[in-house]
């Protein structure tokens, strides 16, 4: 049975859901305020932004990106699961096409994790080319942007663990679980889509 269809619940929209996308256009304006001060910034540097740049890792972080970008494919495939009330594979491990919500989410928490990995070693390697915070605006404004990018993959990971927690610990699988899949892979496509928005900016407009 589809899980809008479980205990009754109809096409109404989910309150939670509703929230949930009321407070990402907040969290919208917050990183177009960065966007801006990233411009702003760079506007008045031009020299210090075309030094600098040179010493990023381009092809790197394009890798990065698109293991992030695809996180959200297999994000929306395991909302797709959701909906149907599968929690869990039907047929064998590598039999991805009948993997449940559990394994398209497990799968969406390390391909993030991943990401997450990735900015680490690249923050080590440009703290090792001399970018830090306190060395240039430039500095600053690299390391704000991304990092509080990476602050909010990282949410989004403890979100996973929570939804499939909830999914091992309860005897069957609810409506309520089938929305909190939902609300995450909103959140999570919302991540993803501003690192498009920052990879382009940082990485590709030098």
């Not at 991943?114 to 060395?135: K, R, S």
């Not at 993959?153 to 999914?167: D, E, K, P, Q, Y």
């Not at 609810?174 to 501003?194: G, K, N, P, R």
Request: proline fraction near 2%; glycine fraction near 10%; charge should be neutral.
């Amino acid at each position: 049975m589809p899980a809008s269809r479980l205990h009754g619940h109809h096409d109404r929209p989910s309150m939670v859901a509703v929230g949930t996308i009321i407070w990402l256009s907040s969290e919208l304006m917050f990183f177009a305020a960065l966007f801006a001060s990233y411009f702003t910034i760079r506007s008045v540097s031009p020299e210090l932004w075309s030094q600098n740049t040179e010493a990023l890792n381009v092809p790197f972080a394009a890798g990065n990106t698109t293991i992030l970008v695809l996180s959200s494919l297999t994000c929306q495939l395991g909302v797709f699961a959701a909906e149907r009330g599968q929690v869990g594979r039907s047929g064998g491990l590598l039999d991805i096409r009948k993997w449940g919500l559990r394994e398209w989410f497990i799968l969406t928490y390390l391909m993030g994790a991943v990401f997450i990995g990735g900015q680490a070693l690249e923050y080590a390697e440009l703290i090792h080319e001399g970018i830090t915070i306190p060395d240039s605006a430039y500095g600053t404004m690299f390391y704000l942007t991304t990092g509080f990018h990476g602050l909010h993959v990282t949410g989004g990971l403890i979100a996973f663990l929570l939804v499939l927690g909830r999914t091992y610990l309860a005897r069957k699988f609810t409506h309520e679980q089938a929305v909190s899949a939902i609300v995450v892979s909103y959140y999570w496509h919302f991540v993803d889509v501003v690192w498009i928005g920052l990879f382009a900016t940082i990485y590709l407009i030098k």
